[in-house]
């Protein structure tokens, strides 16, 4: 009966794995310096569901919040070991925006200028607002997985991403405006 209960235990880890892998190797990889550290907490994320007897009795939107849960709490063990903040490589970058090596070059530097932009206006929120961003749109979770997650309520989860994107859509329209060239000859005033 035992074998049993861990044959049922492992193959419904490997149909978690199957649905959630892809969406937590792209997380945990913008959060790691090595697409190998990526692929070792990711390992170790379903190592632990495995060895976690009550996971089984979890229903699937809390295996999935606790999956990224652990998840999570790994890059941050991670980047307390490491105790360095490292930003992303040009060559993660790439491998971000395209796997295709056979990308047009212009596309890649429009894409890649898109990304900086993004990741600039990114910094002007919170590590918080950040981190639900993030799994929200990185991670293509709602925001009740999110909650779990960060153990919050969905209603706070709900504001907090709100509140993210309109003061992303202030800044983008702030910088817009500030922006704009100025003829030859004339300075161009810029707003605070």
């Not at 419904?12 to 990526?38: G, K, M, N, S, V």
């Not at 307390?80 to 212009?106: F, G, H």
């Not at 992303?168 to 005033?189: A, D």
């Amino acid at each position: 009966m035992q074998q049993n209960d861990s044959i049922g235990r492992s193959n419904a880890i490997e149909e978690l794995f199957e649905r959630h892998a892809e969406a937590l190797f792209a997380f945990l990889r913008l959060h790691t310096p090595l697409r190998e550290d990526a692929e070792d907490i990711l390992v170790e994320t379903f190592t632990v569901a495995l060895a976690e007897t009550k996971f089984a009795h979890l229903c699937e939107a809390e295996q999935t919040a606790w999956l990224w849960r652990v998840a999570r709490n790994k890059v941050v063990d991670a980047f307390r070991k490491a105790n360095v903040r490292r930003n992303a490589s040009l060559e993660q970058a790439e491998e971000t925006i395209c796997e295709d090596e056979t990308c047009d070059p212009e596309q890649m530097a429009l894409r890649y200028d898109e990304a900086r932009e993004v990741d600039d206006l990114l910094q002007h929120l919170s590590a918080q607002q950040q981190e639900v961003l993030r799994l929200r749109f990185g991670g293509d979770l709602r925001c009740r997985e999110i909650a779990l997650i960060l153990g919050k309520r969905e209603s706070t989860v709900r504001t907090m991403l709100s509140r993210a994107m309109n003061l992303l859509r202030q800044l983008y329209f702030h910088r817009l405006s500030t922006s704009s060239y100025s003829e030859p000859g004339k300075t161009s005033r810029r707003v605070k």
